[in-house]
Nanobody, 123 residues
Framework: QEQLVQSGGGWVQPGGSLRLSCVASGDTFNGYAMGWFRQAPGKEREFVAAVWWSADLHYYGDSVTGRFKISKDNAKNTGYLQMNSLRPEDTAVYYC????????????????WGQGTQVTVSS
């Protein structure tokens, strides 16, 4: 069964760091791109980052550029989102997503989504 399973997240003070993980199970994901979205209460879902599975090309939303880093471990079928210099406005539920194309991910049209994980940044 193809699925994305997330881990990580939690609470951190402003300026701190967290890392999210997303494990893709199933052969469907070979060669897929992976990305991250977030949604804060009362706000629209926001694109955070994406990466091609087979190429080292990264894309970031404007609000996280320079602070967040997306990466992948093909051997483990796992994607990561390293979040540094976290701000209270980064508080949201974060979702990983997978699709054949980064364009599809950025459009929010991925067929596969993780279960979501809460990230809370506060003092």
């Amino acid at each position: 069964q193809e699925q994305l399973v997330q881990s990580g997240g939690g609470w951190v003070q402003p300026g701190g760091s967290l890392r999210l993980s997303c494990v893709a199970s199933g052969d469907t994901f070979n060669g897929y791109a992976m990305g991250w979205f977030r949604q804060a209460p009362g706000k629209e879902r926001e694109f955070v980052a994406a990466v091609w599975w087979s190429a080292d090309l990264h894309y970031y939303g404007d609000s996280v550029t320079g602070r967040f880093k997306i990466s992948k471990d093909n051997a483990k079928n796992t994607g990561y989102l390293q979040m540094n210099s976290l701000r209270p406005e980064d508080t949201a539920v974060y979702y990983c997503a997978a699709a054949k194309s980064v364009i599809t991910i950025k459009d929010g049209a991925s067929d596969y989504w993780g279960q979501g994980t809460q990230v809370t940044v506060s003092s």
